[in-house]
């Protein structure tokens, strides 16, 4: 039941199949049947023409002449001839070329054209009938001129019957033949759907942790690109579960860490008496408080970096230039405390690109924020924007101890950290900036600085158009 619960709903592949077949069949099946009844029609035809030109043969035998006057005594075998189709009534007409004699209906009408010794065959009305006419002058021996003008007619009763005796020897093949092609395709698609109807049964039958592959044999040719990339997609799919499930174990650590300290910290508080010694454990408390909540936040900005979290309609057009600028501004206090030279250097190009400005003001801040944390007293971080083609590029670069060519890769991933660093982070900020590089379909790159020396990250961009 399950099988064929489908056949009658819209839209299903065995009507548009349908639709697709049985469609121009349809239309080859009119056109046969217009071709089928012309033929009739032109056999019908030749066997009338073929009649009156027997029948105006044997009419011309009945002719004697006798004593200079034509005489037509029709015999019963003629009579016959005459009288045999019971349902066709035959008119004639026979008057002599260069003599005046007439036998028959004197009012039948004549063709068009000239009459010749080749018969004429045309149709036309009389007594309220459509006939089927011959017309011509044709020679005989028996009357003065030895020639005789003979117009013959038959009704067409018998004609269409022919005609249409001819439609219906192979219409009905014609039709049986087009429901046996219906009733194959319907039934072959049902056939060739019944492995992807169990494949969507198994799917079906799966629980949400089971993304192994889908059997691809089992289905037809055809659909297999498809099974192979919805393969494909699991495989991604998984991997991406397995990146989530690591990431919010390493989080749940990560934030254990400090609130642990907070915790130590508070129960040797409330054990102390001498009040400096309390300053200090809340000195600590507070600073555990502080990464912990700067942990926080990254976390929260991670999770609004990822894909599809923002909205295409959230995107708009921002001057790059204008601002990274402003948030290089908002980092020369920190940058004068720690007594590095905070630069920024300008393009003179359109430096407009489409994007979420929120999302680039924090990838900026990461970087800068990175750069300060590794740079030495004394030493420099630039800022720089500039216009390259259809790329707005941005840059920032510091004079610090670099990064080994070997970890440039590592460092994007989350809470990851280089050794021999005794800065305090959380691994989190360049995994933000490759994230929101990402949501804008940017590029990063991670180079070494000016002169080898330092650390260069430079971010490509689309320009806006």
């Known amino acids: 039941m399950t099988l064929y619960k489908g056949w009658f709903d819209s839209g299903t592949l065995r009507q548009k199949l349908l639709c697709w077949v049985l469609g121009p069949m349809l239309v080859l099946l009119i056109l046969n049947v217009a071709l089928i009844y012309k033929f009739g029609?032109?056999?019908?035809?030749?066997?009338?023409?073929?009649?009156l030109n027997d029948?105006?043969?044997?009419?011309?035998?009945?002719?004697?002449?006798?004593?200079?006057?034509?005489?037509?005594?029709?015999h019963s075998g003629a009579l016959n001839i005459l009288s045999a189709d019971k349902k066709d009534q035959v008119y004639y007409s026979l008057s002599g070329y260069q003599q005046e004699f007439h036998f028959g209906a004197a009012d039948l009408p004549l063709p068009a054209e000239r009459l010749s010794d080749a018969p004429v065959y045309y149709s036309a009305e009389y007594a309220g009938h459509p006939v089927r006419m011959m017309a011509a002058i044709l020679p005989e021996s028996d009357v003065a001129s030895g020639r005789v003008v003979v117009v013959m007619a038959k009704t067409l009763v018998l004609y269409h019957e022919r005609a249409q005796e001819w439609m219906w020897r192979v219409l009905p093949s014609q039709v049986l033949l087009l429901l046996f092609a219906g009733f194959m395709v319907w039934w072959g698609v049902g056939r060739g759907l019944r492995p992807l109807l169990q494949l969507r049964d198994e799917v079906m039958s799966r629980s949400s942790q089971d993304?192994?592959?889908?059997?691809?044999?089992?289905?037809v040719t055809e659909i297999r690109p498809?099974?192979?990339?919805?393969?494909?997609?699991?495989?991604?799919?998984?991997?991406?579960l397995v990146l989530k499930r690591r990431f919010i174990a390493d989080a749940a650590h990560q934030l254990r860490t400090p609130l642990t300290g907070l915790k130590a910290q508070a129960e040797?508080?409330?054990?102390?008496?001498?009040?400096?010694?309390?300053?200090?454990?809340?000195?600590?408390?507070?600073h555990a408080t502080d990464h912990a909540a700067h942990l926080a936040n990254q976390l929260l900005l991670l999770a609004r970096a990822e894909p599809g979290t923002v909205k295409q309609d959230s995107k708009t057009k921002h001057d790059l230039a204008a601002l990274a600028r402003n948030t290089t501004e908002y980092w020369v206090p920190r940058s004068l405390y720690k007594n590095i030279d905070l630069g920024f250097e300008d393009s003179d190009g359109d430096c407009r690109i489409t994007g979420n400005g929120v999302l680039l003001a924090e990838m900026l801040n990461n970087l800068i924020d990175n750069a300060l944390r590794y740079t030495r007293a004394g030493g420099q971080v630039t800022v720089r924007i500039r216009r390259d083609d259809a790329t707005v590029v941005l840059e920032v670069e510091d004079d610090g101890p670099g990064i080994p060519e070997a970890e440039r890769?590592?460092?994007?991933?989350?809470?990851?950290?280089?050794?021999?660093?005794?800065?305090?982070?959380c691994g989190l900020g360049l995994s933000i900036v490759r994230e929101i590089a990402d949501l804008h379909h940017a590029k990063v790159h991670l180079l070494s600085g000016a002169e080898g020396i330092g650390t260069l990250f430079s971010i490509s961009f689309h320009a806006a158009s």
């Open 268 to 286: 040797l508080a409330l054990r102390l008496d001498d009040p400096v010694e309390i300053r200090y454990s809340l000195l600590q408390m507070r």
């Open 41 to 51: 029609h032109d056999s019908a035809e030749r066997r009338h023409d073929r009649f």
């Open 211 to 219: 993304l192994s592959p889908l059997p691809e044999n089992e289905v």
């Open 409 to 425: 890769e590592r460092v994007f991933e989350r809470f990851y950290r280089a050794l021999g660093t005794n800065q305090e982070g």
């Open 226 to 240: 498809l099974i192979h990339s919805v393969n494909g997609l699991m495989e991604r799919l998984d991997e991406s």
């Open 55 to 74: 029948t105006s043969k044997i009419l011309l035998d009945q002719l004697r002449t006798s004593e200079g006057q034509v005489e037509f005594n029709i």
